[in-house]
Every structure is written in structure tokens, then in C-alpha cells.
């Protein structure tokens, strides 16, 4: 692989971390649209997407980064429209786009590397972003609140439960009040093992062999 997907799960580390840790204002959503448009311009790019409708998705993503500051000096603050358009690029797009390009890189290349290992846990942290987005969207729909311990949930309770769901930790501080959040819940729980059990495990035990081989190759050019 000639580009390294170290960069876009660093971005999505970010992106989380910014999410979980800093209170909701203008200010945080900026800062959030830019790190998930700058995480979807660089996936495209090291994916090497050549699909047309992932790169509209892109110029979109940049489009909505050079549009947020324009809103918030004319409008006097950020939409919640305009945070729920880079969420939704972010978490809708960005794992297509980063698994197109790992699956065309390992036919290419014939062996399982490093950095696919990190494009593949891109995808992982970028599930529990997506399913925080869905929760968030079913609190605003519903008449009541999402949990039944917290009347009023912010970002962060949402980031902390979906990861917990998605880990299947399960600490039970935080638990879906009606029949479609524990389904959403449930759904999740499966996904994050599956893909665990499944796609994870078969990156690592690929990798493992390959490093092997690797290191033994000089030696026989030697003799």
C-alpha cells in the first residue's frame, strides 16, 4: 500500500476523543465538522475512490467545512442541520469508502499489512460513532428521553453508551428506555462482535504470518 490509513484512524480518534470530552457550542461543532470533513477528504484520497459519487460526497464534506464558520458569523451559530449533514458524510461514507479501498489495496499488494490493520479499526470506532448519531436522532424524534436514567442526554452520553454497547461492556449506568432503543441496542452489541470475531481476526492472523515470512526473506537471499 503506498498511502497509510494511520492518518484517517488518527482523525477519527479525534474526532471521537473532541466528541466525548468537549461541551456542546458553536466553537465544538466547528472543530467536530472540520476533523470529520478532513476524515472523509483523506479517506477518499488514500482509497484512491474512483467512484463519482464518493467524490461528490467529499467536495460535499469540504463544501459543509468552508460553509459552518460563513453560517456562524452570518446566522450568529451553527445549525443543528449542518452538524447532522457532516456526522451523517462522516459515518455514512467514510467506512464504505475506506473499505473499497482496503479490499482493492489487499488484492493489489497480495498480503495483509500494518496499515490495513488501522483502516479496518477506522471502520470499527466509526460504527460507534454511527449508532451515537442514530441514538441521538431516535432521542430528538421521541417524545421521551433515550435513556431511562438521563431525562435530558448530551452528545457524550451517547458516545459513552454506544461504545459500551458496541464493546458489549455493558455497565448498565445508561440503559434504552423503549422496545426501539434496546433493539438498536441489541443490533449494535451483534455488530461490534461480529465484526470482531470476523473481520478483525482475520486482518490479525493474516498479518501475523506475513511478518514472519518477511523477516526470514533476507536471510535466504543471503545464502
Same mark, same amino acid.
Given at each position: 500500500?503506498?498511502?497509510?490509513?494511520?492518518?484517517?484512524?488518527?482523525?477519527?480518534?479525534?474526532?471521537?476523543?473532541?466528541?466525548?470530552?468537549?461541551?456542546?457550542?458553536?466553537?465544538?461543532?466547528?472543530?467536530?465538522? #472540520?476533523?470529520?470533513?478532513?476524515?472523509?477528504?483523506? &479517506?477518499?484520497?488514500? !482509497?484512491? /475512490?474512483?467512484? #463519482?459519487? $464518493?467524490? &461528490?460526497?467529499?467536495?460535499? +464534506?469540504?463544501?459543509?467545512? $468552508? !460553509?459552518?464558520?460563513?453560517?456562524?458569523?452570518?446566522?450568529?451559530?451553527?445549525?443543528?442541520?449542518?452538524?447532522?449533514?457532516?456526522? !451523517?458524510?462522516?459515518?455514512?461514507?467514510?467506512? *464504505?469508502? $475506506?473499505?473499497?479501498?482496503?479490499?482493492?489495496?489487499?488484492?493489489?499488494?497480495?498480503?495483509?499489512?500494518?496499515? &490495513?490493520?488501522?483502516?479496518?479499526?477506522?471502520?470499527?470506532?466509526?460504527?460507534?460513532? =454511527?449508532?451515537?448519531?442514530?441514538?441521538?436522532?431516535?432521542? +430528538?424524534?421521541?417524545?421521551?428521553?433515550?435513556?431511562?436514567?438521563?431525562?435530558?442526554?448530551?452528545?457524550?452520553?451517547? *458516545?459513552?453508551?454506544? =461504545?459500551?454497547?458496541?464493546?458489549?461492556?455493558?455497565?448498565?449506568?445508561?440503559?434504552? !428506555?423503549?422496545?426501539?432503543?434496546?433493539? *438498536? /441496542?441489541?443490533?449494535?452489541?451483534?455488530?461490534?462482535?461480529?465484526?470482531?470475531?470476523?473481520?478483525?481476526?482475520? $486482518?490479525?492472523?493474516?498479518?501475523?504470518?506475513?511478518?514472519?515470512?518477511?523477516?526470514?526473506?533476507?536471510?535466504?537471499?543471503?545464502?
Amino acid at each position: 500500500m503506498r498511502h497509510s490509513y494511520g492518518i484517517v484512524f488518527g482523525l477519527v480518534l479525534l474526532s471521537f476523543l473532541v466528541q466525548a470530552s468537549v461541551p456542546d457550542g458553536d466553537l465544538a461543532r466547528l472543530v467536530i465538522i #472540520w476533523l470529520q470533513a478532513a476524515t472523509l477528504v483523506f &479517506a477518499v484520497r488514500i !482509497a484512491r /475512490s474512483p467512484r #463519482w459519487p $464518493i467524490r &461528490a460526497a467529499s467536495a460535499l +464534506a469540504v463544501l459543509v467545512a $468552508i !460553509a459552518a464558520p460563513v453560517l456562524w458569523i452570518v446566522h450568529g451559530s451553527i445549525p443543528d442541520g449542518v452538524m447532522a449533514i457532516a456526522t !451523517a458524510l462522516l459515518v455514512g461514507v467514510a467506512p *464504505l469508502v $475506506i473499505a473499497g479501498g482496503l479490499l482493492r489495496d489487499v488484492r493489489t499488494a497480495g498480503e495483509v499489512t500494518l496499515e &490495513a490493520l488501522t483502516g479496518v479499526l477506522s471502520i470499527y470506532v466509526l460504527f460507534g460513532m =454511527f449508532f451515537s448519531f442514530v441514538f441521538a436522532a431516535v432521542n +430528538a424524534i421521541g417524545s421521551e428521553s433515550f435513556f431511562n436514567q438521563v431525562a435530558d442526554p448530551g452528545r457524550d452520553d451517547f *458516545l459513552y453508551y454506544s =461504545f459500551t454497547t458496541l464493546t458489549t461492556t455493558g455497565f448498565g449506568d445508561l440503559t434504552a !428506555a423503549a422496545e426501539l432503543g434496546r433493539t *438498536l /441496542s441489541v443490533v449494535e452489541a451483534l455488530t461490534g462482535q461480529i465484526y470482531l470475531v470476523t473481520v478483525v481476526a482475520l $486482518i490479525v492472523s493474516n498479518l501475523r504470518p506475513r511478518r514472519r515470512v518477511d523477516a526470514s526473506a533476507p536471510a535466504g537471499d543471503d545464502s
